[in-house]
């Protein structure tokens, strides 16, 4: 009997000490992606100001030129109008991004996974027009709603799909993105949805599986390698878990936990 309890005492010491292992690992890669993000933040939020400046400028310039050539300055006020509200969103995720790593101000809000993915649409199907890829979402109607930074997740949400869309940028024969949202069978206590972003691309080679969330690793030629770090730090802070695994018959399974309000 004396030995059963021993064993069992050495088992919840050892517990205890890898969950506090995973507590200071998890702490670790905030800081990192904390300190990237301020002076990314820090870097970015003149030009973004000016953008938006300029845009103003040009449009009050457009209006003038109505008299001219009305159909002409209609299209280029929208495109003008277009350009402002994405250098405002552009802002606003640097805001969220500075807000969420100083843990203040962290606006939670209970939101339906449908509006998630609604609000990330445009700049996906933008995207996916480009490099010739069929988005399809499945998202029923009624889900759960989840509690969340709304700015943050959908940031998750879209990098996420673009790093699908680009996977699929070789011989992929169908290049179709797959966004998903479920609800996770119930245990106990808290209960949670699953998003889910499925891509048919080149897959994630076994020695690579390590690396990917390491801030700066990329295998593309312009990536900053900072999307999946980010990702991660966004879903646990949530308490979420950010998963990725083979999809079949090709391409990768990245999905996400949100809990449910
Ligand atoms: P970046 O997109 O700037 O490279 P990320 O952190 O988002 O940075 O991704 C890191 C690396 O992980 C990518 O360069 C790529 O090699 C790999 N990766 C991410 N998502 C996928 C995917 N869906 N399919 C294949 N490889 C992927």
Redesign the pocket.
Same mark, same amino acid.
């Given at each position: 009997m004396s030995a059963v309890l021993d064993v069992s005492e050495q088992r919840r010491v050892e517990e205890l000490s890898r969950a506090s292992q995973e507590r200071l690992q998890a702490t670790a890669r905030l800081a990192t992606v904390g300190e990237m993000a301020s002076l990314l933040s820090h870097e970015l939020n003149q030009p973004l100001a000016a953008i938006a400046s300029y845009a103003t400028g040009s449009m009050n310039l457009l209006h003038e030129a109505t008299l001219t050539d009305p159909q002409l300055a209609t299209s280029l006020n929208d495109a003008m109008q277009r350009i402002g509200q994405q250098a405002e969103r552009a802002g606003k995720v640097i805001k969220s991004v500075h807000d969420f790593v100083r843990r203040r101000d962290q606006s939670r809000v209970d939101v339906a996974p449908r509006t998630l993915l609604d609000n990330v649409m445009p700049l996906v199907a933008l995207q996916a027009r480009k490099l010739g890829v069929r988005v399809e979402l499945r998202c029923a109607t009624g889900l759960p709603h989840v509690l969340c930074d709304r700015t943050m997740v959908e940031q998750v949400l879209l990098?996420l799909s673009?790093? =699908?869309m680009?996977?699929m940028q070789d011989d992929t024969p169908y290049k179709t993105l797959t966004l998903l949202v479920r609800t996770v069978p119930p245990t106990t206590g808290q209960q949670w949805m699953e998003f889910v972003v499925a891509?048919q =691309?080149?897959?994630?080679a076994e020695e $690579?599986t390590e690396k $990917?969330f390491t801030p700066f *690793?990329?295998?593309?030629e312009e990536?900053? =390698? $900072?999307?999946?770090?980010l990702c991660r730090t966004v879903v646990e802070q949530h308490g979420g878990l950010l998963q990725h695994g083979p999809n079949q018959p090709r391409g990768?399974v *990245?999905s996400f936990t949100l809990p449910q309000t």
């Open positions: 990098n673009r790093n =699908g680009q996977a891509d =691309g080149h897959g994630i $690579l $990917l *690793f990329t295998t593309k990536g900053m =390698g $900072l999307g999946l770090s990768t *990245f």
